[in-house]
């Protein structure tokens, strides 16, 4: 047996707690490994399941604004009912950096919010990214210069956006005023504002003679997206009647700046700035000031244009100060003064454009572009802008209108492309039934010149086939000169088939004279009215005081029978319905998926002496259904006076 010294049984001891001790740390730090790697999965599966976001309605919800948007969640909607929303928590709204959607429900005809004078509409100040969207409002009476301690300078009437990059789509904003960007003022960020029109705005900095940005604003390292707008009628005292960009790059695309006034720039003023304009129009500005750019003016900037329209402004068309801006597919025509003013510190790269007077550059021409009219810049037939452009890189897919900007290989001068539109398709009346008395209907619509008419090619699918269970309808629609839509029609042809409902499923062919919208296709259901449909009764005698009932049942043969079926019925006779027996309503509900349903007639008791009476039921022709011989029975109700 071996012997311990004194002490080694106790180091023995000692070893094996530090053992233990060891051992034990190790299973904790196990334990904590798989405990992080456990909460690490969880992480990310939850990451993975949808968040379902929720509507939340003002005033349904929350009688104010900014009460609906301090309880959404990111993903939330917040949408708007019509009404006209003022005072405190309807103004000044602040997202508070949420990724969320505030918009109007039907649209910013009806859903206004006004500053009365005394406030703004918005502030985007925490950060919000495109994922915060402002949609469907009209923004009007927004006044930033009555708060004397206003932190934004009493910049930006409507909306202000400070170091923030929201989405700003499908609004008008209107009538609003501040001492600079009259409707929105932004410094840094890039917000994308698509969709809006900008009117009756107004920047004036009395105290301070300045008044930048009528409509918008661009201060400081910003670079917004703006896009598809409207900008007309604004004014400014000093710079931007339309926008004004200081130390800024906007991109601006698809635009018409029209009637807006200022000292300089009428439409648009670039001080040390380089944004990029493309398939814009700039017509009927005016600069007040001569020299001061009727259309544009750019100062210590060096902006592009691409595919512009610069026409019919007071006073240049665009002014140059130690500017060198580029104009490529541009038309610069009719303004008053220069079209390209220069002063001896400025060059302008001018190719491929049509410009009044001519300017030195490849492919420049001196000719008179013939328009549609004074008002309307799309290009006649034999407008000699036409494919006498040059297909640059950075070209864009679409026109101003949204038609494709090249159609016969090399793109047009201006921002209209010749013989393009935008074409959708639509319908409000999806449902047609034979024999073909219930029609359905859908619309083609273009956008662009409407002058000549326009073919867009259908192609036909679904379960129903043209010809055979609808009326041929043409492969080639036309919408006529002048007119933006052609309607056609769904026709059924009656046949002896009993069969479950088809589709009829148009769709737009493709084509290179036209870009095809987000709505490019139907689908029509066409019923059939081969079921049918039968009455009879097992029980035809009734009597006072209704105890005795009759019943009669209503019956359907068809294949399908997954949905309901309202039977119209006629009840005549010398029985009175809701006099004589209990009210029986004259549509009959066979519910889904049941062949026959029994109804009964339930005598009600009076105090008069009657003979026996009868109640009539005949069963009446629907769009959905046919009525089998005889159609009719007869219920006799026995008085028991």
């Not at 059924?492 to 490019?520: F, V, W």
Request: charged share 15%; proline share 4%; net charge negative.
């Amino acid at each position: 047996m071996l012997m311990l010294r004194d002490g080694e049984s106790e180091g023995l001891h000692g070893n094996q707690q530090r053992k233990g001790k060891r051992m034990s740390t190790l299973r904790v730090k196990r334990c904590d490994v798989f405990r992080w790697v456990f909460l690490v999965c969880i992480f990310l599966l939850v990451r993975e399941i949808p968040v379902w976001a929720a509507d939340i309605v003002v005033p349904d919800n929350y009688p104010k604004i900014q009460q609906a948007i301090d309880a959404a969640q990111p993903g939330d909607r917040v949408v708007v009912k019509n009404n006209i929303y003022t005072g405190e928590g309807n103004t000044n709204l602040d997202f508070k950096g949420k990724a969320i959607t505030v918009t109007s429900l039907s649209g910013p005809s009806g859903c206004i919010i006004d500053g009365e004078s005394m406030n703004r509409g918005f502030i985007f100040h925490s950060g919000e990214g495109r994922g915060s969207v402002l949609s469907g409002f009209t923004i009007r009476g927004g006044y930033s210069a009555t708060n004397p301690n206003d932190p934004y300078g009493k910049n930006g009437g409507a909306i202000v956006v400070e170091s923030a990059s929201p989405t700003i789509a499908n609004c008008i904003l209107t009538n609003n005023q501040a001492n600079s960007g009259g409707a929105i003022y932004m410094l840094g960020g890039s917000p994308l504002i698509e969709g809006c029109t900008f009117s009756g705005n107004y920047a004036n900095d009395a105290i301070n003679s300045g008044g930048y940005g009528g409509a918008i604003y661009c201060y400081i390292d910003s670079s917004p997206v703006i896009t598809n707008c409207l900008i007309d009628s604004n004014r400014s005292t000093l710079e931007g009647g339309g926008i004004a960009a200081i130390v800024s790059s906007p991109q601006i695309t698809s635009c018409t700046f029209s009637k807006n006034k200022s000292q300089f720039g009428g439409g648009l003023a670039n001080d040390s700035s380089s944004p990029s304009v493309v398939n814009s129009i700039f017509n009927a500005n005016e600069a007040s000031t001569t020299g001061g750019g009727g259309g544009i003016v750019n100062i210590f900037a060096s902006p592009t244009f691409l595919n512009c329209t610069i026409v019919t402004n007071t006073g240049e068309g665009a002014a140059n100060y130690t500017a060198h801006p580029s104009f490529t597919n541009c038309i610069i025509w009719s303004n008053t003064r220069d079209e390209i003013k220069l002063d001896t510190s400025s060059t302008a790269t001018v190719i491929n454009s049509d410009v009044e007077g001519g300017f030195a550059g490849t492919g420049n021409i001196n000719q008179n572009p013939l328009f549609r009219s004074s008002s309307d810049f799309h290009l006649q037939e034999t407008s000699p802008c036409i494919d006498k452009g040059s297909n640059v890189e950075g070209l864009p897919a679409a026109d101003r209108d949204g038609a494709p900007r090249i159609i016969n290989n090399t793109v047009d001068m201006g921002a209209y492309e010749y013989g393009g539109a935008l074409v959708s398709m639509s319908s409000t009346d999806l449902l047609a039934s034979e024999p073909g008395v219930n029609k359905a209907k859908f619309t083609i619509t273009r956008k662009g010149d409407l002058y000549a008419p326009f073919n867009v090619y259908l192609q036909y699918g679904g379960t129903a086939a043209r010809g055979t269970d609808y009326q041929k309808i043409p492969l080639t629609a036309t919408i006529p000169a002048g007119s933006a839509v052609k309607i056609l029609g769904i026709v059924p042809l009656d046949d002896d088939e009993s069969e479950s409902d088809e589709t009829a499923d148009i769709s737009i062919i493709p084509k290179a004279n036209y870009l095809i919208g987000t709505e490019s296709q139907v689908s029509i259901v066409i019923k059939d009215n081969d079921t049918l449909v039968s009455i009879t009764s097992s029980d035809t005698n009734a009597s006072e005081p209704g105890s005795n009932k009759a019943r009669f049942t209503i019956t359907r043969t068809a294949i399908d029978i997954s949905a309901d079926l309202r039977v119209k019925v006629q009840l005549t006779g010398t029985a009175l319905n809701g006099q004589d027996y209990k009210a029986i309503s004259s549509q009959l509900l066979i519910p889904a998926n049941i062949a026959s349903k029994t109804f009964v007639i339930t005598p009600l008791d009076d105090v008069a002496v009657e003979g026996t009476e009868q109640v009539i039921i005949t069963v009446l022709a629907g769009d959905y259904y046919k009525v089998e011989a005889p159609g009719t029975v007869t219920i006799n109700i026995a008085d028991n006076e």
